[in-house]
């Protein structure tokens, strides 16, 4: 996988490879307009910017977090891949990979279509674990260590994000306390930019980590050979998975933008820039210690946070309530989808 065009021509001689490879990237694509407009929600509805400059902006800080974090700290993609084990039969393990890949693309594109900013990451983990389940019809290929790691991640992103929004927004309300409100708009223009930014950079470094992890196990597994140690993550891989988040955020991002800073708590930019920095502080927490989390838990979570510094009725516990929903269905749900496309797939293609 040292260049491009190597990584193509083993796509083109192997069709299982091809299909697994596409399908990964059409997760990306679903979570380029399901999870990535939450790096930039805030910064939209505040009007700090227009959403064409601010997809822009979520696409380049994108690449900056998957490009620096890995170079940091590649642990939250091996956490990814060691989760799982497909066995060594390799034809089976790709098509495996596969039905649980579409599996994800079928259940994030629902969430989509009603405007639910689901977790991708959690559907990614879930329907891997299904599909690991039903290719053993036990147990056996989930690694209980690894997994622990996602309930871990839950439980910190919901407390982190939700407390330090709460404490930033407090202590941002203390600090303006007898500013004049105008005075400080352009101040706080720039510094809602500047969160979203940090936001952009701290998803690409979560989530991008976890789907090139997906692409590296595909292309393992094909060849019926297991991980190294440590994980090498070319450039041009990068390039292309934030080229493909940024165009799923551009086709379909405005939805979630909605549901997220508009539906859930009316945003003032001294709030949304707390939300921000709160929500970013909390997935780097969870990225140095290798846990892989939610960019939606630790987002919709800071902004109830700041929400309830005003007051705990500002939050609209509605939108709140769909969020939680769909976050507590989304394990069995997709962990059950991806456990039956495999049983399918398997019947098809073996």
């Not at 601010?54 to 977090?65: Q, T």
């Not at 674990?129 to 039903?134: H, M, N, Q, V």
């Not at 551009?250 to 508009?262: D, E, L, P, R, T």
Request: hydrophobic share 55%; proline share 3%.
């Amino acid at each position: 996988m040292d260049s491009i065009l190597g990584f193509w021509n083993q796509m083109t001689a192997n069709p299982l490879l091809f299909i697994a490879v596409t399908l990964t990237l059409g997760v990306i694509l679903v979570n380029g307009w399901t999870d990535a407009p939450n790096a930039i929600a805030t910064c939209v509805v505040t009007r700090c910017m227009p959403p064409k400059a601010a997809i822009l902006m979520a696409a380049v800080f994108n690449f900056l977090g998957v490009f620096i974090m890995t170079l940091i700290n590649a642990t939250v993609a091996e956490t990814i891949t060691k989760m799982v084990d497909f066995g060594t039969d390799a034809d089976k393990a790709v098509i495996a990979l596969s039905a649980a890949l579409f599996a994800i693309v079928l259940w994030a594109t629902l969430a989509w279509i009603f405007g639910i900013p689901t977790s991708e990451s959690h559907a990614l983990i879930a329907g891997l674990t299904g599909s690991a389940i039903a290719l053993h019809n036990s147990l056996e290929g989930v690694n209980g260590g690894e997994w622990i790691k996602v309930l871990y991640g839950i439980v910190i992103s919901v407390a982190l994000g939700f407390g330090l929004g709460w404490l930033v927004c407090k202590g941002v309300t203390k600090l303006f306390y007898k500013a004049n409100r105008p005075a400080t708009e352009p101040f706080f223009r720039g510094a809602q930019i500047t969160g979203a930014a940090s936001m952009a950079f701290m998803h690409g470094a979560q989530d991008g980590q976890k789907f090139m992890g997906v692409i590296l196990l595909c292309v393992y597994m094909s060849k019926g050979e297991s991980l190294p140690s440590d994980i090498d993550i070319p450039m041009w891989l990068m390039i292309v998975c934030s080229v493909v988040m940024a165009s799923g955020t551009a086709m379909g991002g405005k939805k979630i933008i909605k549901s997220v800073g508009m539906d859930m708590v009316k945003l003032e930019k001294y709030q949304g820039f707390s939300a921000d920095i709160a929500a970013a502080v909390s997935l780097l927490f969870c990225s140095v210690f290798s846990l892989p989390v939610s960019t939606t838990h630790a987002k919709t979570t800071s902004i109830m946070g700041v929400g309830a510094v005003k007051r705990v009725s500002a939050i609209n516990f509605g939108v709140v309530k769909e969020m939680v929903l769909t976050w507590v269905l989304t394990f069995p749900g997709c962990g059950l989808v991806g456990f039956m496309m495999t049983k399918i797939f398997m019947m098809i293609f073996t």
